[in-house]
């Protein structure tokens, strides 16, 4: 009898945050579209919170994170979690890794979040193939590079930055996390760690697109062994190849989809503004308040996502006051309001995942960041891709009302804002482009997949 032959099997290990689920389960669909075996992994705790009524595609197995109840919220401090993570994770990824070797196909490769790198040791030890997963920029994930090395002096001393394969930086368009040495200890020891065994990694794979930052990407590439994989989306929104692939999968809250397309569905063409600011930091009141103004000042429509635990620092009765020009819900299923043609423009915190998305959907933006990569990405939106304009804050780092009204003044009426959505569809085209099947992202993950079959 013929012996069967055993197709790739690639184990996939996100950070528990929904930033970073979205990318990895949108890599794993690719993976298995073209003949790989997947298994997610995923920590228990958050698998309890994800809604996960649409992904049927993907075999998921949960280790420990040691807060089977609750995950980072229920502990202490950042520190702690990651600590206790990095300890019972490391014992209940061994025992998952013990039973799967023992499977029919047992797996060969391991595909962890940047932000785990204790998990390629635990995968070395079992002899898997070891690939680090970039879910930031090149751009940013360079810059953290160089201050892991200490390439880069901190507290910063320097006027302005000149990185190989950036563009020319001032303080302030670096991370948060260093031109605000010594705020989020915790995050910026996560984000340097990436570095800390990256010199095992057999590959590194990031999830952008090479052509909106290639001279870093041709950099890194010269040191690692890295490919741009991205944008890693639902297949849907840039091609036509899985027709009921419409959404990430996942989601942390319930995105409410019938009541916001329907509520779009009558708005005219590019009419709408979309403001969020993704699932981590919330904006503060003054912050909230001003951002209210500035959007019913503008007197557009506008959707704008406050996640419930953000909900009070609303003016008191704006929802209904606003009522008939916008619509404020706690969750939307961002993909699809993006695509939506009622969206003109996209009020963001930056976020990567958020900027892939209007990038490759070919929405123009208002950059809002809050911290971290954020900063880096609004200054490459509105300064180098010109897609968008910057919302610029006060000394006192609020955007004020006045602000956010010209800004979506500028982009909906003004010559420039008309260059800016000309920009736009040009990155959408380049996103495809590089998507696409022959395409540089499609390639890269073909070499993937061809070096896992060997
Ligand atoms: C975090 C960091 O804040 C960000 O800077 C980093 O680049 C990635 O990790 P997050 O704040 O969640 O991410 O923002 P972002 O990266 O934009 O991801 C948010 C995801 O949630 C996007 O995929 C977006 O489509 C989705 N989303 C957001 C929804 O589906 N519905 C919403 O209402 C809001």
Same mark, same amino acid.
């Given at each position: 009898?013929?012996?069967? +032959?055993?197709?790739?099997?690639?184990?996939?290990?996100?950070?528990?945050?929904?930033?970073?689920?979205?990318?990895?389960?949108?890599?794993?669909?690719?993976?298995?579209?073209?003949?790989?075996?997947?298994?997610?992994? =995923?920590?228990?705790?958050?698998?309890?919170?994800?809604?996960?009524?649409?992904?049927?595609?993907?075999?998921?197995? %949960? &280790?420990?994170?040691?807060?089977? @109840?609750?995950?980072?919220?229920?502990?202490?401090?950042?520190?702690?979690?990651?600590?206790?993570?990095?300890?019972?994770?490391?014992? /209940?990824?061994?025992?998952?890794?013990? *039973?799967?070797?023992?499977?029919?196909?047992?797996?060969?490769?391991?595909?962890?979040?940047?932000?785990?790198?204790?998990? !390629?040791?635990? $995968?070395?030890?079992?002899?898997?193939?070891?690939?680090?997963?970039?879910?930031?920029?090149?751009?940013?994930?360079?810059?953290?590079?160089?201050?892991?090395?200490?390439?880069?002096?901190?507290?910063?001393?320097?006027?302005?930055?000149?990185?190989?394969? !950036? /563009?020319?930086?001032?303080?302030?368009?670096?991370? %948060?996390?260093?031109?605000?040495? $010594?705020?989020?200890?915790?995050?910026?020891? &996560?984000? !340097?760690?990436?570095?800390?065994?990256?010199?095992?990694?057999?590959?590194?794979?990031?999830?952008?697109?090479?052509?909106?930052?290639?001279?870093?990407?041709?950099?890194?590439? *010269?040191?690692?062994?890295?490919?741009?994989?991205?944008?890693?989306?639902?297949?849907?929104?840039?091609?036509?190849?899985?027709?009921?692939?419409?959404?990430?999968?996942?989601?942390?809250?319930?995105?409410?989809? @019938?009541?916001?397309?329907?509520?779009?569905?009558?708005?005219?063409?590019? %009419?709408?503004?979309?403001?969020?600011? $993704?699932?981590?930091?919330?904006? %503060?009141?003054?912050?909230?308040?001003?951002?209210?103004?500035?959007?019913?000042?503008?007197? =557009?429509?506008?959707?704008?996502?406050?996640?419930?635990?953000?909900?009070?620092?609303?003016?008191?009765?704006?929802?209904? =006051?606003?009522?008939?020009?916008? !619509?404020?819900?706690?969750?939307?299923?961002?993909?699809?309001?993006? +695509?939506?043609?009622?969206?003109?423009?996209?009020?963001?915190?930056?976020?990567?995942?958020?900027?892939? @998305?209007?990038?490759?959907?070919?929405?123009?933006?208002?950059?809002?960041?809050?911290?971290?990569?954020?900063?880096?990405?609004?200054?490459?939106?509105?300064?180098?891709?010109?897609?968008?304009?910057?919302?610029?804050?006060?000394?006192?780092?609020?955007?004020?009302?006045? /602000?956010?009204?010209?800004?979506?003044? @500028?982009?909906?009426?003004?010559?420039?804002?008309?260059?800016?959505?000309?920009?736009?569809?040009?990155?959408?085209?380049?996103?495809?482009?590089?998507?696409?099947?022959?395409?540089?992202?499609?390639?890269?993950?073909?070499?993937?997949?061809?070096?896992?079959?060997?």
């Amino acid at each position: 009898m013929e012996k069967e +032959t055993k197709v790739p099997h690639c184990l996939i290990l996100p950070y528990p945050a929904q930033g970073h689920v979205n990318p990895m389960i949108q890599f794993s669909k690719r993976l298995i579209e073209k003949g790989v075996k997947v298994t997610l992994i =995923t920590v228990t705790s958050l698998w309890k919170s994800l809604s996960t009524k649409n992904l049927t595609s993907i075999e998921v197995e %949960s &280790i420990s994170d040691g807060y089977d @109840e609750g995950g980072l919220a229920a502990a202490k401090s950042l520190e702690d979690y990651k600590e206790t993570f990095w300890r019972v994770g490391t014992q /209940t990824l061994i025992e998952l890794l013990q *039973k799967l070797s023992t499977s029919e196909n047992p797996p060969n490769c391991i595909i962890f979040d940047a932000f785990l790198p204790w998990v !390629l040791d635990v $995968g070395k030890s079992f002899g898997l193939l070891g690939v680090s997963f970039f879910t930031q920029s090149c751009s940013v994930n360079s810059i953290y590079f160089h201050a892991h090395e200490k390439l880069i002096e901190l507290p910063l001393t320097q006027s302005e930055y000149l990185l190989p394969g !950036l /563009t020319k930086l001032a303080p302030g368009d670096l991370p %948060s996390f260093l031109y605000k040495y $010594g705020s989020y200890p915790g995050y910026f020891d &996560i984000v !340097l760690n990436q570095f800390s065994n990256i010199g095992k990694a057999d590959w590194i794979l990031a999830n952008t697109i090479y052509e909106l930052e290639p001279e870093v990407v041709d950099w890194l590439v *010269k040191i690692w062994p890295l490919r741009t994989i991205g944008p890693s989306l639902p297949s849907m929104l840039l091609d036509k190849r899985l027709k009921d692939d419409k959404d990430y999968g996942v989601s942390l809250s319930d995105p409410n989809t @019938e009541f916001c397309i329907k509520w779009l569905n009558d708005k005219p063409k590019g %009419s709408v503004v979309y403001a969020s600011f $993704g699932s981590m930091a919330g904006l %503060s009141e003054e912050q909230t308040q001003e951002l209210a103004y500035g959007l019913k000042d503008s007197d =557009t429509y506008f959707l704008w996502v406050v996640r419930e635990i953000d909900q009070s620092r609303l003016p008191k009765g704006f929802v209904e =006051t606003s009522s008939k020009k916008g !619509l404020i819900v706690t969750w939307c299923p961002q993909l699809e309001v993006l +695509t939506h043609e009622a969206v003109g423009c996209f009020v963001t915190h930056c976020g990567w995942n958020s900027t892939l @998305e209007a990038v490759s959907i070919g929405v123009p933006l208002i950059a809002m960041p809050l911290w971290t990569d954020q900063v880096t990405n609004a200054k490459l939106i509105a300064d180098v891709w010109k897609m968008g304009v910057r919302a610029v804050a006060d000394e006192k780092e609020i955007v004020r009302s006045e /602000t956010i009204k010209n800004c979506i003044k @500028e982009l909906i009426e003004t010559e420039k804002g008309c260059e800016i959505r000309k920009s736009a569809l040009k990155w959408k085209n380049l996103a495809k482009g590089s998507f696409d099947e022959g395409g540089r992202s499609d390639k890269n993950i073909d070499e993937f997949v061809e070096a896992l079959s060997q």
